[in-house]
């Protein structure tokens, strides 16, 4: 039976890093894929040569339409919102995500929820990975439009902490890595692995996750180094199998159980 996934992200090149084998294992085996992002990422970090180029926001929207080309993404919708920027530099900007209406959002993604007749949404976890002002609006806003248009299966996409805390000791320390992949950074971001539901499957997707990050030109350095996507490009194809041929997530209502499991829509199938 084919089923309507709904992933629900703050900005573009989000959807890259944390859900995109996931969605394209899911498109792949014949689902509808539904790509939602709050905010065009117009507070995004960007090279001084790409920001000339003219409107952040504008060239951001297109190369989100290149990814979920990439990915299989049946429609890709923009919610509107402003850039909020980082914990540490707000952007300011009127009606900024972090600072909207949490039930207001809300509604408007339940719209869209119900509209698809949605049978599961991703969102982040509570903390919004590492923290970031829009991401953790991102969980509030969707858990409660699930709430209001009834959705069944919720996801937090998330990544194992133990593991994330593993390589970052194993890498941060050589030449090119950015200062802010310490390990302490991120000693409370994500998800504790006793949390964690899901981990899905996804080194046959690998090439369509790849090319998904390629789609975010704009997002891969600034004036100041190389950003994160920049790096995980630059590993050897079958290195980034590896490395990122897995995404977790906490399944709200699912109590954890060891195997985790690999299919996201596995709780709609157990009601069956």
Known sequence: MPYTMVSFHAHPDDEALLTAGTLARAAAEGHRVVLVVATAGGAGLASSAVLAEGPLARRRLAELDASA?????????????????????????????????????????????????????????????YGHPDHVQVHRVGTLAAELAGTPVVLEATVDRRLLQRALRAVHWLPGVPADFHPARFAGAFADPERITHRVDVRRFAGAKRAAMAAHASQAGADTGRRTLAILQKLPRPLFRVLMGREWFVQHGRTPARPLVDDVFAGLRDDR
């Open 69 to 129: 080309a990439a990915l299989g993404c049946a429609r890709v919708e923009c919610l509107g919102y402003e850039d909020s920027g980082m914990a540490d530099a707000r952007s300011g900007a009127d009606g900024s995500f972090a600072d909207a209406d949490v039930r207001e959002a809300a509604q408007r993604l339940a719209a869209l929820l119900e509209q698809e007749r949605a049978d599961v949404l991703t969102v982040y976890d509570p903390a919004g990975g």
